[in-house]
């Protein structure tokens, strides 16, 4: 009995790690897809669409309990930020930068989750905590930032970098707010409200761009990709994610995000065949050693 809490902890930090290794290739997936289409909306509706029917029938069979309205409208805002604005950002700034180049944004998620959730009470800022999410930080530099700022290589946009960076923002809020609402209710349920919200949110700029019309513009391989963009990389692995911060600070929780981009530049050079850094090694290593440190010092 005494083991419990300890096996359960790693069971969460684990889940963590599966999360951020399948929202890894989720990037192989989208860029995949983008190649051919110029609908990141209707790509997003599609995704997360999905990935609510197919939580559905687990809701039903929990049957939790109804939340207070004040709970369902905070699921709801946090959902128009994570599912929702963070998607519109992304793909928009995708447009004027490099994917390598917002993958090295994308790592300062850590950081940023990190100082919202001190501002707003909800964790602790400690210098061990910064040095771990700086030097996760530093792996996906060192992965990715070849690639990303070598001479020659185009999207060097002030917008599109500032549209970028509002998307962590958007993310880090949701993980720094979620952590506590999770503690208390059904991560299944919060999750369905919060992908809804986001979905709904992203519909109007769907329609825009001709959906549901634009499906038909899509390949087999196309199809394949969105059934694991829906499935294992939407239901199963923000699941996964939002059940290890269920038990988890946000700080300890954000630092396994940076692995996402360093996982997604090893999925590309195996599956797409991309150029991978002659520092991928060393960045990976820095990258996943930040979760270690982390853990390392609360255990």
């Given at each position: 009995?005494?083991?419990?809490?300890?096996?359960?902890?790693?069971?969460?930090?684990?889940?963590?790690?599966?999360?951020?290794?399948?929202?890894?290739?989720s990037f192989v997936g989208v860029r995949s897809i983008?190649?051919?289409?110029?609908?990141?909306?209707?790509?997003?509706?599609?995704?997360?669409?999905?990935?609510?029917?197919?939580?559905?029938?687990?809701?039903?069979?929990?049957?939790?309990?109804?939340?207070?309205?004040?709970?369902?409208?905070?699921?709801?805002?946090?959902?128009?930020?994570?599912?929702?604005?963070?998607?519109?950002?992304?793909?928009?700034?995708?447009?004027?930068?490099?994917?390598?180049?917002?993958?090295?944004?994308?790592?300062?998620?850590?950081?940023?989750?990190?100082?919202?959730?001190?501002?707003?009470?909800?964790?602790?800022?400690?210098?061990?905590?910064?040095?771990?999410?700086?030097?996760?930080?530093?792996?996906?530099?060192?992965?990715?930032?070849?690639?990303?700022?070598?001479?020659?290589?185009?999207?060097?946009?002030?917008?599109?970098?500032?549209?970028?960076?509002?998307?962590?923002?958007?993310?880090?809020?949701?993980n720094a707010f979620s952590a506590r609402l999770l503690?208390?209710?059904s991560v299944v349920q919060l999750t369905v409200i919060?992908?809804?919200?986001?979905?709904?949110?992203?519909?109007?700029?769907?329609?825009?761009?001709?959906?549901?019309?634009?499906?038909?513009?899509?390949?087999?391989?196309?199809?394949?990709?969105?059934?694991?963009?829906?499935?294992?990389?939407?239901?199963?692995?923000?699941?996964?994610?939002?059940?290890?911060?269920?038990?988890?600070?946000?700080?300890?929780?954000?630092?396994?995000?940076?692995?996402?981009?360093?996982?997604?530049?090893?999925?590309?050079?195996?599956?797409?065949?991309?150029?991978?850094?002659?520092?991928?090694?060393?960045?990976?290593?820095?990258?996943?050693?930040?979760?270690?440190?982390?853990?390392?010092?609360?255990?």
């Amino acid at each position: 009995m005494s083991n419990q809490p300890s096996t359960s902890l790693y069971l969460r930090h684990l889940a963590l790690l599966v999360s951020v290794v399948m929202l890894g290739l989720s990037f192989v997936g989208v860029r995949s897809i983008m190649m051919a289409s110029e609908s990141p909306a209707t790509l997003g509706f599609i995704r997360y669409g999905f990935a609510v029917l197919l939580l559905l029938p687990f809701l039903w069979r929990l049957k939790p309990a109804k939340l207070p309205p004040r709970i369902i409208l905070i699921v709801i805002l946090l959902g128009f930020l994570q599912f929702g604005l963070f998607h519109i950002f992304v793909n928009t700034a995708l447009q004027d930068i490099t994917a390598s180049r917002g993958a090295v944004i994308f790592a300062l998620i850590p950081i940023m989750t990190m100082l919202i959730a001190t501002v707003a009470g909800r964790d602790t800022l400690t210098i061990l905590k910064v040095f771990a999410a700086l030097l996760s930080f530093v792996g996906v530099s060192l992965a990715i930032g070849e690639k990303a700022f070598e001479e020659g290589v185009s999207g060097g946009s002030w917008l599109g970098e500032t549209l970028f960076f509002l998307a962590i923002c958007c993310g880090a809020t949701y993980n720094a707010f979620s952590a506590r609402l999770l503690r208390h209710h059904s991560v299944v349920q919060l999750t369905v409200i919060g992908m809804t919200a986001g979905s709904l949110l992203v519909l109007p700029f769907a329609l825009f761009e001709g959906f549901p019309d634009g499906l038909f513009a899509y390949s087999t391989d196309d199809w394949l990709w969105l059934l694991y963009l829906a499935g294992p990389a939407a239901a199963f692995s923000l699941f996964l994610f939002n059940w290890g911060l269920e038990k988890l600070s946000p700080s300890q929780a954000a630092i396994y995000v940076p692995i996402a981009p360093v996982m997604a530049a090893a999925f590309g050079y195996v599956i797409l065949g991309e150029h991978l850094s002659s520092l991928f090694l060393i960045g990976l290593a820095c990258a996943i050693a930040g979760p270690i440190l982390m853990y390392w010092r609360k255990a």
